[in-house]
């Protein structure tokens, strides 16, 4: 769950990332006369676009300063000519850069001033903030027709010199309202989470209330509508344990208190995928039960699962039991193993258009012959029931049309994310690939696969992808672009 940009590209010089006007030959995309209003379109064009980050880049000589880069979507998809690049480095955005901020380390977008343009909100949980170390900070990026050109920092728990080591923004979510005017921002933090409903001011501040949300130690959030009253609802996810891979997940706590959900978590994602038109909770628990020989807590499974929680008009039933799914599960391919990290990242659209979500499952430690983790993503179905494992099938640089080999820890579907950015009505499929390693460089320079949607599903011939070099980013080190995608 993370980053996006700002209207300002960068080049890569002998000191790092540096703000510069556009490229010559490069041009801004042309927005129309009034806002597209989508929740993730900086420039209102009516164009999705699409945030990946890259928080272990080294930007003016400091390492992990991080930089998030904003590809445009367009007729075409989104392309590298068409990008932007922005740390902390750049002009018009809040702070300094320095080692092991890790700017970009989550990302949401949403509107949150109400003006019909997307906004980008994005974390650097070890920011040194208020004479506390790694303390963290969440810096918002305002749209408009010329896209992203200003930012404000939001309001952090905690006076001057508390909250060491809170990592405030370790997770990020935003919700945009129907209307258009109170969107919701949720943040993650090991000492402290809130929710602010606005709209924001320009300062950054809501204009409504900020709360705690009731749950300690949270290290991811979603928001999103399980009942139907089109109303964002909250999900925290804890840390995990050293005895337990994954965190704690609950929904509503402030409301409902601190009573979690019978399933553990790494992260998580809303889409209707029993097309009852409610949002169902779609859980990625990745984590291993067997390790090192030695059976741990929790509720997982060995190589990884999800579990799937129907929405309904009164949400989610914490005394219902989850739909789970893993590789063990009659239709999914491949094996249930040690490592494999099923479900480190979840995405949900319907690609098939029958009415039902489909569920985008990153894989990551999948081994591919003799290459280890270098990761596949698995496509699971959607049904009147909900996903059943049947029909299931898998993404990698091994499927044939794919660009790229099949390499050892280039750990494909590290993130996924579902998106229409080309406004065809079509769903296509991003997937993050943070090990790769970009013909001659020797460094986990990482890269980003798009397939692009059709009307029958994804197409394999027609994808392509983007590497880090190709954005701007430094190829001299491990930048592992693809390790973060907005939501």
């Known amino acids: 769950m993370r980053a996006r940009t700002l209207l300002l590209a960068a080049s890569l010089t002998t000191t790092g990332l540096l703000a510069l006007p556009f490229p010559a030959g490069a041009t801004a995309p042309a927005a129309p ?49 068409k990008k ?11 702070g300094a850069a320095e080692s092991l901020d890790r ?13 019909g343009y997307a906004d980008l909100l994005v974390g650097a949980p070890y920011e040194d903030a208020g004479g506390a170390r790694d303390r963290g900070s969440v ?29 405030y923004g370790v997770g990020l979510a935003a919700a ?63 840390v995990g344990m050293s005895d337990q891979p994954e965190g704690a997940v609950y929904v509503n706590p402030a409301a409902r208190g601190n009573h979690p959900l019978a399933t553990d978590g790494d992260n998580a994602t809303i889409g209707d995928v029993n097309g009852d038109g409610y949002g169902d909770l779609v859980i990625g628990d990745p984590g291993d039960m067997v390790v090192d020989g030695s059976p741990q807590a929790g509720t997982g499974h060995q190589g990884g699962q999800i579990a799937i929680w129907p929405g309904s008009a009164t949400g989610v039933d914490p005394e219902a039991d989850p739909i ?19 479900g480190t990242d979840v995405s949900v659209s319907d690609i098939d258009h029958d ?12 081994k591919l012959g003799s290459a280890r983790s270098a990761g596949t993503v698995v496509i699971v179905p959607g049904g009147p029931q909900g996903p059943t494992g049947a029909g299931s099938f898998t993404l990698s640089q091994a499927s044939s049309g794919v660009p790229g080999t099949a390499e050892r820890e280039d750990r494909f579907g590290t993130t996924v994310h579902f998106a229409d950015l080309t406004k065809d009505g079509r769903p296509d499929l991003v997937v993050g690939t943070p090990g790769e390693i970009a ?37 001299t080190s491990d930048t592992a672009w693809g390790s973060v995608q907005a939501p």
């Open 33 to 81: 006369a009034a806002p597209s209003r989508l929740s993730d379109d900086f420039n209102g064009d009516g164009y999705r676009d699409l945030v990946v980050a890259a928080p272990d880049a080294k930007v003016s000589g400091k390492d992990q300063a991080g930089a998030v880069v904003v590809l445009y979507g367009s007729a075409s998809g989104p392309r590298a000519a």
């Open 84 to 94: 932007q690049l922005i740390s902390q480095s750049s002009a018009g955005v809040s």
């Open 103 to 115: 700017f970009g380390d989550s990302v949401a977008t949403a509107d949150l001033d109400a003006d």
């Open 139 to 167: 810096t918002v990026l305002w749209g408009g027709a010329h896209g992203l050109k200003s930012s404000a920092v939001l309001p952090t728990p905690g006076g001057s010199g508390g909250d060491a080591g809170c990592v």
């Open 176 to 238: 945009q309202a129907a209307t258009g005017s109170r969107g919701s921002v949720s943040v993650a933090g090991w000492c402290a989470s809130r929710r602010m409903t606005g709209p924001f001011t320009r300062a950054g501040k809501p204009v409504a209330n900020s709360t705690a949300t009731g749950t300690g130690s949270v290290n991811d959030t979603l928001l999103g509508d399980l009942d139907g009253d089109r109303r964002a609802d909250t999900v925290d996810i804890t």
């Open 324 to 342: 789970l799914i893993n590789q063990s599960t009659p239709g999914v391919p491949g094996a249930s193993e040690n490592d494999d990290s099923f």
């Open 355 to 366: 009415g039902y979500g489909d569920i985008a499952v990153g894989t990551p430690g999948e």
């Open 439 to 475: 013909p001659g460089s020797t460094r986990k320079t990482g890269g980003v696969w798009v397939f692009k949607g059709t009307a029958s599903g994804l197409s394999l011939g027609t994808s392509y992808d983007v590497m880090a070099g190709s954005v701007g980013l430094p190829t």
